[in-house]
């Protein structure tokens, strides 16, 4: 098999890469979906995505990769064995897992299945991992999502919500954690998803080809390269994986101590509101993808350019004749309205001060 593509020997397509980057850091945030005509680098930046990712700590023998630092999500067999021994399970290292979802798979080769006719025989319980499975603290994806049977994609979509996967049937139930980075892509001139799907997808980005000729040709030549000898190219782009790598994982460990203020959240509620968003969810999601970008950043506080940042993925697939159809709106142009909107919104302290000191004279009067 050939060295995988470098992340970071794609040319341009900087939105899609960072909004992969960000559900790498933080896989709560709940995956993206890749809109583009055909030939654009979305199955490349998937899989170079996957190589790319830091190796995880596993608990040793678990056919599901469980976190040997969580043990709250363990799966049923972990658990079991934790309390028949009563001692720290064994861990191991691997390979950030990728898994690729054929289009024509059904539920219970994404979920699992249970053997009933053992359970009831011979009163043994017996799991048959399925895709979610595999794919736990890895990647999934899922190329022409939108062929998908609906079904599967509300289950996978629940899943990735959910982080655990529980299978029942027939009174009997296994659960194991199902945490991933979800990426789907899609050409819109095949079909699109139902607009309930579509806004299960955390972030979306659309991409088209590039147009400048000198990136044109930078593209041809990478690829004769790497096709030529893949082993060597990669070894030449290994430095940039390694920073690249080196980067997120820090950013792993550092996305849960990034605070947010009252300001940050009014900043956010008032850009979703002003664009009419349907539901809360883009909300979540701005303030999760606006964390994992300051903690990217090297950073413990985010600021309004993280909120436009991650506006700018957050919004695009879940507003309706808005600026971002007309004339999408830059990075930059939703800072400024970020900043004008909790200008208007939020109070200064002189404000507060003043608001203080007539509640206090207020006070005063009535005693």
């Known amino acids: 098999m050939p060295a995988i593509f470098p992340f970071t020997a794609i040319v341009g397509q900087e939105r899609m890469k960072r909004a992969l980057i960000l559900n790498a850091v933080d896989t709560r945030i709940g995956g993206v979906l890749i809109r583009g005509e055909r030939g654009t680098a979305k199955s490349t930046a998937a899989r170079a995505l996957a190589a790319l990712l ?83 603290r890895g990647l999934l994806y899922i190329d022409e999502v939108n062929l998908l049977d609906d079904h599967v994609v509300d289950v996978l979509l629940d899943s990735a919500a959910m982080g ?48 400048e000729p000198r990136e044109r040709v930078m593209i041809m030549e ?56 349907d539901g809360h969810r883009a909300d979540l999601v701005i303030l999760k993808a606006a964390r994992a970008e300051a903690a990217f950043e090297g950073r413990t506080k985010i600021t309004d350019h993280d909120i436009a940042l991650a506006a700018e993925l957050a919004l695009p697939h879940r507003i309706k004749r808005t600026p971002f159809q007309q004339a999408e709106l830059t990075t930059e142009q939703l800072q400024e309205r970020i900043e004008q909107l909790a200008g208007q919104s939020v109070p200064s302290e002189s404000d507060e001060e003043s608001e203080s000191k007539q509640d206090g004279e207020s006070e005063e009067k009535k005693t």
């Open 54 to 136: 830091p190796k995880v700590q596993v608990v040793q023998d678990c056919r599901f990769g469980c976190d040997p630092d969580h043990p709250a999500a363990w799966c049923t067999e972990c658990k079991e064995r934790y309390s028949t021994t009563a001692k720290k399970l064994p861990t191991a290292e691997r390979a950030t897992p990728f898994v690729n979802l054929p289009v024509s798979a059904t539920e219970d080769r994404v979920v699992g299945t249970l053997d009933i006719e053992k359970a009831i025989q011979k009163g043994e319980r017996h799991f048959e991992p399925g895709v979610l499975a595999g794919a736990n």
């Open 164 to 211: 655990v996967n529980t299978v029942e049937r027939e009174g009997i139930s296994f659960a194991h954690p199902a945490r991933f980075i979800l990426v789907g892509t899609m050409n819109p001139e095949e079909g699109d998803l139902r607009p309930q799907l579509l806004d299960r997808f955390a972030l979306s980005v659309e991409i088209v080809g590039i147009r």
């Open 222 to 277: 990478r690829n004769l390269s790497y096709e030529k000898d893949a082993d060597t190219f990669r070894s030449i782009w290994l430095p940039k994986e390694q920073e690249l790598s080196a980067k997120i994982a820090r950013a792993r460990q550092l996305v849960d101590q990034v605070t947010h203020t009252s300001r940050d959240l009014l900043s956010i509620a008032a850009l979703t509101a002003s664009l009419n968003v």
